[in-house]
């Protein structure tokens, strides 16, 4: 079946530091990826994905590449801002329909 | 281009009631899906409409139903509620012309309360 397994969190992080929210997954197929992140009292936004193996995902300076050799996705982001701080939730979507199966989020705070 | 819109954004209900929500996709795109979303349980898939017909569905109980209108647009209505059914419920839109995958876009959301 098709599942994603995302690092646990909060995760604390101070300004300018170098963050990594691990994604690992297992789909049947070939899955595409996804980023997204969730802002307090907010629906879920797009930050990024790629759609097959050894694509890199990127947008406002945080990077993901899809391996198909460890099944996994991870997030990174060389420079945190406080601005960052939100919930991220890694997603696959299986080719074989367009149901999407999410990781249970990653917690994150930058502090200044 | 206008994003996905809820309605309403907040409401509270008593148990054993039963809800309405809507939502609103964006323009051309023909596929609606519905997601809970609670502290415990995370984002969980409750069905995806396309052009009027349910074509996924995830495993929620009967009282979770939904329809799609012919401009896209769709509902979820929820009957008997319970105190478990607390939760935010967030609809995603997305072009989806054919069975292959496509990027969804979220709504803000409708945060239903049960008392």
């Known amino acids: 079946g098709n599942s994603v397994t995302q690092m646990e969190g909060p995760v604390t992080l101070s300004e300018e530091a170098f963050l990594t929210i691990n994604c690992t997954y297992t789909?049947?197929?070939?899955?595409?990826l996804f980023w997204y992140v969730q802002y307090p009292g907010e629906g879920l936004q797009l930050l990024l994905k790629?759609?097959?193996?050894?694509d890199k995902g990127s947008n406002k300076g945080f990077e993901a590449t899809y391996r198909k050799e460890t099944t996994s996705f991870h997030l990174e982001k060389g420079s945190v801002q406080v601005s960052d701080s939100a919930v991220y939730f890694c997603?696959?979507?299986?080719?074989?329909?367009?149901?999407?199966?999410f990781g249970t989020g990653t917690s994150l705070t930058v502090i200044p | 281009k206008a994003g996905v819109t809820q309605t309403p954004r907040y409401l509270i209900k008593t148990r054993g009631q039963q809800v309405t929500l809507s939502c609103s996709p964006i323009?051309?795109?023909?596929?609606v899906s519905w997601y809970q979303q609670t502290p415990g349980q995370g984002l969980q898939f409750l069905f995806e409409?396309?052009?009027?017909?349910?074509?996924n569905k995830g495993n929620f109980p009967g009282r979770f139903s939904g329809r799609q209108f012919s401009n896209s647009r769709s509902e979820m209505n929820v009957s008997t509620l319970e105190l478990g059914d607390s939760a935010l419920y967030l609809c995603?839109?997305?072009?989806?012309?054919?069975?292959?995958?496509?990027?969804?876009?979220f709504g803000p959301g409708t945060r239903l309360t049960v008392l």
């Open positions: 789909a049947t197929g070939y899955p595409s």
């Open positions: 995603a839109s997305s072009f989806r012309d054919s069975v292959s995958t496509d990027t969804q876009y």
């Open positions: 409409y396309f052009s009027e017909t349910q074509r």
């Open positions: 323009s051309g795109h023909r596929s």
């Open positions: 997603a696959l979507s299986s080719n074989t329909g367009n149901q999407f199966y």
């Open positions: 790629a759609t097959k193996a050894d």
